[in-house]
């Protein structure tokens, strides 16, 4: 069975940051490209963040410079580190495991974000 976990998230005041956790299982992890997908209220989801099993990142324009995505593959675990955070930021954050070629694809079940004084 795959499961992929999400932690981390909260609330916090605009300018805080946040470290989002996903532990994966089920899944040779260090074979998957991994994400960091976000919906906020009323809007469709949309990519936040991506990391190739190769180590290769990519980010979406509007977290580039204050989010970053990493990997531990000992420890089947994809990470967000949330820096400078803003209002507009505000959604429910999910993790994405995604095979070579896409036959297969995998998601957690969204962990809350609220960025608000």
């Known amino acids: 069975q795959v499961r992929l976990v999400e932690s981390g998230g909260g609330l916090v005041q605009p300018g805080g940051s946040l470290k989002l956790s996903c532990a994966v299982s089920?899944?040779?992890?260090?074979?998957?490209?991994m994400g960091w997908y976000r919906q906020a209220p009323g809007k469709q989801r949309e990519l936040v963040a991506t990391?190739?099993?190769?180590?290769?990142?990519n980010y979406a324009d509007a977290v580039k410079g204050r989010f970053t995505i990493s990997r531990d593959n000992a420890k089947n675990t994809v990470f967000l580190q949330m820096n400078s955070l803003k209002p507009e930021d505000t959604a429910v954050y999910y993790c994405?495991?995604?095979?070579?070629?896409?036959?297969?694809?995998?998601w957690g079940q969204g962990t809350q974000v609220t960025v608000s004084s």
């Open positions: 994405n495991a995604n095979s070579l070629g896409g036959k297969f694809t995998y």
């Open positions: 089920g899944i040779t992890f260090r074979l998957y490209a």
């Open positions: 990391i190739t099993k190769d180590g290769n990142t």
